[in-house]
């Protein structure tokens, strides 16, 4: 026991926790155990809902008044922090374990500054003297690789964005010089580069301050980057644990394995390697069936066994890699690639969708005197579409993708340029002024799986109003059996066609949205972000459904996607744009091949890898201000490549490498080639 | 309206599974009860006089109680009590309603329409939400009459700024949102969107704000009523009742007391209720 508490800084022994609702006590931790040694860092991964969350509030002691510990012990430096008095555990807070929360807007207050509110960590902690005190809170906004520090202190949250409020979060959580810092999903509600700056500034900390850290994430990619032990969670249990190499090089049980199926991988693409999803979802705070917690969704599930016996945690070899599975035997031979015969690619149509030279400006309000000033969501934007392709657009935030979708759907209209579609442009006829054959042959499938649905109605006759608007149907017998086909083709129980979108999931919802879409029938649907929200499985499971009603209809895919993974598994082309602009664009195996673009190799590095090794870090910037673009080359203020006097005042050329396959860049073409994603 | 109906439903479950509900509802129901059984349940007719200056608990000739005495006409206050609700509980939910049905059809219009729509009905609610209420309504009243239709155009007038202003947040906000995108995509109407996409959506907050509003409107007719404003005399009016025997409370206490009571509790009720009715929204 000795020897344990000086090698681990927390250890977990048997930890049970269970929540009070209205429906009775319920466990949402069931027996875990873990350690974390001093310095190390150590993963949490699983889906939504597996008690992740909940382990590092009852190490904080933070679970509110429905939340107990019923069993276990949580010891931290040789105390048990379960025996230790409120006040104890506030002094503990903040000096000794800090937390860093998913959303870092909501952790921080928006009415005082930065500044204001880092000050007031270190008073809390330390009393020190004002000039003390600016200087430490300057120094670790340096530390966290902030530039322009005292622009920041004097800013409040809302004029910062995503990424600079994270890195502040994790300035502000480390200032107390804790020994432990708990990380709660931190790049979760982050752009894939930015998430990239993130991850790299964690293992930066830990060389730099020895932090022993929790990485809670769903994230297997960066887990993978930062973790040298990983435990899996499902349903409230651990159910494998080893170290990451092992855990996700050789997994044993069925879950880890059907996660690690669920990710696009480098190289991965529809045609070659399909994604497989798991079936299902966590079960969520109900209560214990009898049996393996994962039974229902298993597909090495033997019956007899794995539904009446709860297996335990058994040794896997001598690395301390554990399972708990009933099959782990059975299950050795490693995760290779399910190669299935090659699909040809449909043949492609005719052109369908022309975008040529597309523009949005946007009005600022008027701050008096002069002219009333402009922000570009969109300067030239061109490409086009045939029949049967997915197209996607892709693009850190900012970069105007939606802008483009919201245009062609009619819920904008462009300042400049056309959106030529059946030979018509429809660039300045918002919906109101469309035909109803042009309505019906334009669906859009939203970002936010939550809010796509309206919560007032059931899911059936939302989907019925389809049929309805476009005279698909006319009597209410034939809308019926239509709205329940479609269920069927989007694998929705029937029985969900009278349920209110608040009693679906997620996956669920985008499922309907899918549904509502392709009810119409049309011939393009835009998809902006479908899956961004959505936990790394059913993402696989809602991509899966997306592409097999795109196949089966013909029709074609405008996907709109900052995730290159996604994107290239599933893209046959790729318009890459950076702040408005199209930056590279063609078939998806010219993009994710040399020549590169220095954008498109940036984010391609910034893709998480299943690889463990370090990050080469490419680049530190901020997309600029859409308010102030470079005159130039947008991407000049990050271009490792840039050529100085020459990209900072010009915009860059067109240079055609294909016929489909064009790179706007100042960089020969041949210099291009030798421009590669740092990994 | 299958959305309605589950509402209720839930609501109902809701407040009876919190005392606060619980009392709201009782408060509230007793007070409709007792106003639609007045005929059965009061013990004399409203405005026959008998003993004046009673006080509670005196027996009448024919042997029935005054419970809560007479007033110094001889009234019973109980009978008043339970005719006035009738009144209350007609003509407060009726300005209620109407005041709504005004507000929340401006303000889904300035809401989901914006531009100069928006900006002029937003500035002219600014000028009447600017204006004091009572002023408003002596002016009003005292103009056009004091009559129950005068009296409900009066409530509206003065009430509907303020839900509209609601209304208009409520819209503005709702029309963010990705299914009434999908609606627009669609080709729907504006009417469509904004009386089937969003005005469902935002059913909660107006509920509450119907409950507390209700009860605004009752202390409101107390108020008119007491500055003489109220229906005309001799019908049973809470806030007539107290004005009439104001001068007396000295002596009388319970001439004005109960009147008082009466509207309290009623108010109370319906606040309890939008308590409760909240937590039932936030729990959605």
Request: charged share 15%.
């Amino acid at each position: 026991m000795e020897a344990m508490a000086s090698t681990h800084l927390l250890t977990l022994d048997g930890l049970h926790v269970t929540y009070h609702t209205p429906a009775g006590e319920v466990t949402a931790v069931h027996d875990v155990s873990l350690s974390l040694p001093r310095g190390a860092c150590v993963g949490l991964v699983g889906e939504s809902g597996c008690g992740k969350t909940t382990v590092a509030l009852a190490i904080m002691r933070y679970l509110g008044q429905h939340g107990r510990v019923r069993r276990g012990h949580i010891r931290f430096q040789g105390q048990d922090l379960l025996q230790l008095s409120p006040r104890q555990m506030r002094q503990l807070r903040g000096a000794q374990i800090a937390m860093v929360y998913q959303e870092p807007g909501a952790a921080l207050n928006p009415s005082l500054t930065i500044g204001t509110q880092l000050r007031e960590v270190l008073r809390a902690h330390q009393p020190r003297t004002r000039d003390e005190a600016a200087r430490r809170v300057a120094q670790m906004l340096r530390d966290v690789r902030l530039v322009d520090v005292d622009r920041i202190l004097a800013a409040y949250p809302h004029q910062l964005s995503g990424g600079q409020q994270q890195r502040i979060v994790i300035a502000m959580a480390l200032l107390g010089q804790p020994s432990l810092l708990l990380l709660d999903e931190p790049t979760t509600a982050l752009d894939t580069t930015i998430a990239a700056g993130i991850t790299s500034l964690i293992q930066e900390i830990r060389r730099r301050f020895g932090t022993s850290m929790l990485y809670i994430s769903h994230d297997l990619g960066r887990v993978m980057e930062v973790c040298e032990r990983v435990y899996v969670m499902y349903a409230g249990r651990v159910v494998e644990s080893g170290p990451t190499r092992l855990v996700f090089g050789s997994p044993r049980h069925p879950y880890t394995r059907g996660l690690l199926q669920a990710l696009p991988h480098p190289g991965a693409h529809k045609h070659t390697q399909p994604l497989r999803a798991m079936p299902g979802q966590p079960p969520g705070l109900t209560p214990q069936l009898p049996g393996c917690a994962f039974a229902a969704r298993c597909e090495a599930l033997q019956a007899g066994t794995c539904d009446v016996i709860e297996p335990l945690l058994q040794p896997v070899g001598a690395d301390g890699h554990l399972v708990r599975c009933h099959r782990w035997a059975d299950l050795a031979r490693p995760v290779t690639p399910v190669v299935t015969p090659a699909s040809p690619p449909p043949a492609s149509g005719g052109i369908v969708l022309q975008v040529s030279a597309l523009r949005k400006d946007y009005p600022l309000p008027h701050q008096g005197g002069g002219r009333r000033r402009v922000v570009s969501a969109n300067v030239a934007v061109s490409f086009m579409a045939q029949q049967g392709d997915i197209v996607a657009l892709v693009g850190e935030s900012g970069a105007g993708k939606s802008t483009v979708a919201r245009i062609v759907a009619g819920l904008e209209t462009a300042t400049a340029g056309t959106v030529l579609w059946q030979g018509e442009n429809l660039a300045q006829h918002p919906v109101t002024q469309r035909t109803l054959a042009q309505r019906r042959a334009i669906q859009m499938i939203f970002q936010h799986a939550h809010e796509t649905l309206n919560p007032s109605w059931t899911v059936g006759a939302q989907i019925a109003r389809v049929y309805t608007r476009y005279g698909l149907a006319r009597d209410a017998q034939t809308r019926q059996r239509l709205v329940l086909e479609i269920l069927d083709r989007v694998q929705l129980q029937r029985t969900l066609a009278q349920s209110y979108p608040y009693q679906l999931s997620g996956g669920q919802q985008q499922r309907v949205a899918i549904a509502r879409a392709f009810a119409a029938q049309p011939a393009l649907v835009i998809a902006d972000e479908p899956v961004a929200a959505l936990d790394v499985s059913v993402q696989a499971a809602v991509l899966a459904l997306l592409l097999d009603m795109q196949r089966v209809h013909g029709t074609t895919l405008l996907f709109i996607s900052h995730d290159l993974g996604v994107v290239r598994y599933l893209a046959d082309t790729v318009v890459v744009l950076y702040l408005g602009q199209v930056m590279e664009r063609g078939t998806v195996h010219e993009v994710f091949a040399p020549p590169y673009h220095p954008y498109t190799a940036a984010l391609l590095t910034a893709l998480p890898t299943l690889a463990p090794q370090p990050r080469p870090t490419l680049w530190d910037g901020e997309v600029p201000s859409a308010l102030e673009p470079p005159r130039g080359c947008p991407f000049v203020t990050r271009c490792p490549h840039k050529l100085p006097g020459l990209c900072e005042t010009t915009r860059p050329p067109s240079q055609a490498v294909t016929a489909s396959h064009m790179i706007a860049c100042h960089l020969p073409l041949a210099q291009c080639r030798a421009v590669f994603p740092a990994s | 309206m299958p959305g309605v109906k589950r509402g209720v439903r839930r609501m109902l479950w809701v407040c009876t599974r919190s005392w606060v509900g619980m009392l709201g509802l009782s408060l509230v129901l007793a007070w409709v009860l007792g106003g639609l059984g007045a005929p059965w349940l009061a013990p004399f007719p409203p405005q026959a006089t008998l003993l004046p200056f009673a006080p509670p608990g005196t027996v009448s000739e024919v042997g029935t109680r005054f419970w809560l005495g007479t007033d110094h006409l001889g009234r019973d206050i109980l009978s008043r009590l339970l005719y006035g609700a009738r009144t209350v509980l007609l003509y407060a939910p009726l300005a209620t309603g109407c005041a709504y049905a005004i507000g929340i059809l401006l303000g889904l219009l300035a809401g989901y329409a914006g531009g100069w729509l928006d900006a002029l009905l937003s500035r002219v609610s600014d000028v009447i939400l600017a204006f004091p209420v009572l002023v408003l309504y002596v002016l009003v009243i005292a103009t056009i009459g004091p009559s129950a239709v005068n009296i409900v155009l009066a409530i509206t007038c003065a009430s509907a700024p303020g839900i509209m202003r609601i209304v208009r947040g409520l819209t503005r906000e709702l029309r963010q949102r990705d299914y009434v995108a999908a609606a627009q995509m669609r080709g729907e109407s504006a009417g469509y969107i904004m009386l089937v996409e969003i005005l469902p959506n935002a059913r909660g907050p107006l509920l509450v704000d119907a409950c507390l509003r209700l009860g605004y409107v009752i202390m409101t007719m107390g108020v008119l009523g007491f500055l003489g404003l109220g229906l005309p005399p001799p019908s049973p009016d809470w806030g007539s009742m107290i004005n009439e025997t104001r001068a007396m409370a000295q002596v009388f206490p319970w001439m004005p007391l109960f009147p008082c009571l009466a509207i309290s509790s009623l108010v109370l009720g319906l606040n309890l209720l939008a308590d409760s009715v909240q937590d039932q929204t936030r729990l959605q």
